[in-house]
């Protein structure tokens, strides 16, 4: 039997995916196909490469993003996303698909075209990067004669790669959308980020019919986008959440199958 987990973006917020990924292994859930876009492609691939939940931690707490030395030159962004290009080739054995224990795809937009494009094979680590690259901070990536930036541009929650592979599919959504009063909206920018978050919201909210189980930890709405500080709390909030979404499936799951021994003995059975 085989199980997709698909994974969105969210920056910080999708170190709650790593508790996600703790949360399947205790309740010993065995993904053998990933899909993601930005953080959750990289959560993706670190998981598809065997890391474990402690290394891909320490991972996200040992990189510095804002320092100096990542600052972009002459580059459409204000850090340039291939200087983590090392940080990244330390993490892995080699820089290809192939090393990957589990199937992977990950979700990058083509800024050329303005399509999707779906890498599974070939270097893995600018497909990464570019995926995660969110316009306007990280300059986009070039590979393949074309420029690549953040998949969650054309799909944030991309499960569709899943469907023809995966009998069932778990998902990780990190974007939960906050409740705001009407006078937080009080300058221009303001209004177009949240037509931005709302329009977002919905397309991802349209893919999640396609999953058997999806998470959504609430408490992420107080965290932002750079919540590097909070890598620990988030971390927490991911596993917490996920523990009693699949306590109560697995709990959910057994009623009914109960359920069927009453249809088809006339009496209820105690037996899990």
Same mark, same amino acid.
Request: proline share 4%.
């Given at each position: 039997?085989?199980? !997709?987990?698909?994974?969105?973006?969210?920056?910080?917020?999708?170190?709650?995916?790593?508790?996600?990924?703790?949360?399947?292994?205790?309740? +010993?859930?065995?993904?053998?196909?990933?899909?993601?876009?930005?953080?959750?492609?990289?959560?993706?691939? =670190?998981?598809?490469? !065997?890391?474990?939940?402690?290394? =891909?931690? +320490?991972?996200?707490?040992?990189?510095?993003?804002?320092?100096?030395?990542?600052?972009?030159?002459?580059?459409? !962004?204000?850090?340039?996303? =291939?200087?983590?290009?090392?940080?990244?080739?330390?993490?892995?054995?080699?820089?290809?698909?192939?090393?990957? @224990?589990?199937?992977?795809?990950?979700?990058?937009?083509?800024?050329? /075209?303005?399509?999707?494009e779906i890498f599974e094979n070939g270097e893995l680590i600018r497909p990464l990067l570019a995926s995660a690259s969110i316009p306007g901070i990280f300059t986009p990536v070039a590979f393949?004669?074309?420029? #690549?930036? @953040?998949?969650?541009i054309t799909n944030n929650f991309p499960v569709k790669p899943l469907i023809p592979f995966c009998d069932h599919i778990i998902g990780g959504y990190v974007n939960p959308l906050k409740e705001?009063?009407?006078?937080?909206?009080?300058?221009?920018?303001?209004?177009?980020?949240?037509? #931005?978050?709302?329009?977002?919201?919905?397309?991802?909210?349209?893919?999640?019919?396609?999953? +058997?189980?999806?998470?959504?930890?609430?408490?992420?709405?107080?965290?932002?986008?750079?919540?590097?500080? /909070?890598? @620990?709390?988030?971390?927490?909030?991911?596993?917490?959440?996920?523990?009693?979404?699949?306590?109560?499936?697995?709990?959910?799951?057994?009623?009914?199958?109960?359920?069927?021994?009453?249809?088809?003995?006339?009496?209820?059975?105690?037996? /899990?």
């Amino acid at each position: 039997m085989e199980t !997709g987990l698909v994974l969105s973006g969210g920056g910080a917020r999708g170190v709650a995916q790593i508790g996600l990924i703790k949360a399947l292994e205790e309740f +010993d859930i065995e993904v053998t196909h990933i899909s993601g876009s930005s953080a959750g492609a990289v959560i993706g691939a =670190m998981y598809a490469s !065997g890391a474990s939940v402690e290394r =891909m931690l +320490d991972f996200f707490k040992s990189v510095p993003i804002f320092h100096f030395k990542r600052y972009a030159r002459n580059k459409p !962004g204000f850090i340039d996303t =291939m200087k983590f290009y090392k940080d990244f080739l330390n993490f892995y054995k080699e820089d290809n698909f192939s090393i990957l @224990d589990k199937k992977l795809f990950v979700n990058t937009t083509n800024l050329g /075209n303005g399509k999707i494009e779906i890498f599974e094979n070939g270097e893995l680590i600018r497909p990464l990067l570019a995926s995660a690259s969110i316009p306007g901070i990280f300059t986009p990536v070039a590979f393949n004669d074309g420029l #690549y930036a @953040d998949g969650g541009i054309t799909n944030n929650f991309p499960v569709k790669p899943l469907i023809p592979f995966c009998d069932h599919i778990i998902g990780g959504y990190v974007n939960p959308l906050k409740e705001i009063e009407p006078n937080g909206l009080k300058h221009s920018y303001q209004v177009i980020t949240r037509a #931005y978050q709302i329009s977002l919201d919905h397309q991802c909210h349209a893919n999640f019919k396609d999953c +058997d189980l999806v998470i959504i930890p609430r408490e992420l709405e107080n965290h932002g986008l750079f919540s590097l500080k /909070n890598i @620990d709390k988030i971390f927490e909030i991911g596993y917490q959440e996920s523990r009693k979404v699949l306590k109560n499936h697995t709990e959910k799951k057994r009623k009914l199958s109960n359920r069927k021994i009453f249809n088809l003995f006339g009496k209820w059975s105690n037996s /899990n």
